[in-house]
């Protein structure tokens, strides 16, 4: 773990960076790890919010898949973030070396961790976990797209042929529904680990990983219809 050392002068002015007890040149901008994942978190509500203003059907579909995939982005930051702190409190280097793999499903990273801590499983983990694998595979072929030619007929007295045509997925996230109950289920893997953790109220939780205000694990089950 790198170590940096501030030496300012009488002034409070920084005057030279050490990492690890050698200069350091460059510059350091330093935060809280949660931080790495609440910004996409919140860039996914963001986008979900603006969504909800705007009419014309392409920029809804770029709000839209934006949500999407900063959802998921976050899901899989805060994988990698809270189970690296939860290995380092078991001491479990299974844990840690799980986390490096980059081979392999979140939702089955997700099942693994779970399992290898003394917290789970999860309320309705066979179920969640599911949802988190179809959402995830949803981002795959989004993320690398594959193109079929596809051709089309305008029937009538001249028929009117139009090729190089492509059914694009895309246009799925012009739906608000399917955008907010995708951000949704991946707040709620977010709940069921913290409740699993030990956490009664989990507001403090979600608002500390999630950047949400005031998020209830009663608000998220009410949104997606779920016990």
Same mark, same amino acid.
Not at 49 to 59: F, H, K
């Given at each position: $773990?790198?170590?940096?050392?501030? +030496?300012?002068?009488?002034?409070?002015?920084?005057?030279?960076?050490?990492?690890?007890?050698?200069?350091?040149?460059?510059?350091?901008?330093? %935060?809280?790890?949660?931080?790495?994942? #609440?910004?996409? @978190?919140?860039?996914?509500?963001?986008?979900?919010?603006?969504?909800?203003?705007?009419? +014309?059907?392409?920029?809804?579909?770029?709000?839209?898949?934006?949500?999407?995939? $900063?959802?998921?982005?976050?899901?899989?930051?805060? !994988?990698?973030? @809270?189970?690296?702190?939860?290995?380092?409190?078991?001491?479990?280097? %299974?844990?840690?070396?799980?986390?490096?793999? #980059?081979?392999?499903?979140?939702?089955?990273?997700?099942?693994?961790?779970?399992?290898? !801590?003394?917290?789970?499983?999860?309320?309705?983990?066979?179920?969640?976990?599911?949802?988190? @694998?179809?959402?995830?595979?949803?981002?795959?072929?989004?993320?690398?797209?594959?193109?079929?030619?596809?051709?089309?007929?305008?029937? /009538?007295?001249?028929?009117?042929?139009? $090729? /190089?045509?492509? =059914?694009?997925?895309?246009?799925?996230?012009?739906?608000?529904?399917?955008?907010? +109950?995708?951000?949704?289920?991946?707040?709620?893997?977010?709940?069921?680990?913290? =409740?699993?953790?030990?956490?009664?109220?989990?507001? /403090?939780?979600?608002?500390?990983?999630?950047?949400?205000?005031?998020?209830?694990?009663?608000?998220? #089950?009410?949104?997606?219809?779920?016990?």
């Amino acid at each position: $773990m790198p170590h940096y050392v501030f +030496e300012s002068d009488d002034g409070g002015n920084i005057v030279r960076i050490l990492k690890d007890n050698q200069p350091h040149d460059q510059s350091v901008h330093l %935060e809280q790890l949660y931080s790495i994942v #609440t910004i996409y @978190f919140r860039l996914a509500s963001e986008h979900l919010a603006r969504m909800v203003s705007l009419q +014309e059907c392409n920029a809804r579909r770029c709000a839209g898949l934006q949500s999407f995939l $900063m959802g998921l982005t976050g899901l899989e930051a805060f !994988t990698n973030t @809270f189970f690296q702190l939860r290995a380092q409190e078991l001491g479990s280097e %299974e844990m840690i070396a799980r986390i490096a793999k #980059t081979h392999g499903s979140l939702s089955r990273k997700i099942s693994d961790l779970v399992a290898m !801590t003394p917290d789970g499983p999860l309320v309705d983990q066979e179920a969640l976990v599911k949802r988190i @694998f179809e959402l995830s595979q949803l981002r795959h072929e989004i993320m690398h797209p594959r193109w079929t030619p596809s051709a089309l007929t305008i029937a /009538g007295q001249v028929p009117v042929n139009i $090729m /190089g045509l492509v =059914e694009n997925r895309q246009a799925m996230f012009e739906d608000e529904t399917l955008c907010r +109950e995708a951000l949704l289920w991946c707040l709620l893997a977010v709940a069921r680990i913290g =409740e699993a953790r030990g956490h009664q109220e989990l507001s /403090g939780f979600m608002f500390h990983w999630t950047g949400n205000y005031g998020l209830t694990l009663g608000m998220i #089950t009410l949104q997606l219809g779920i016990p």
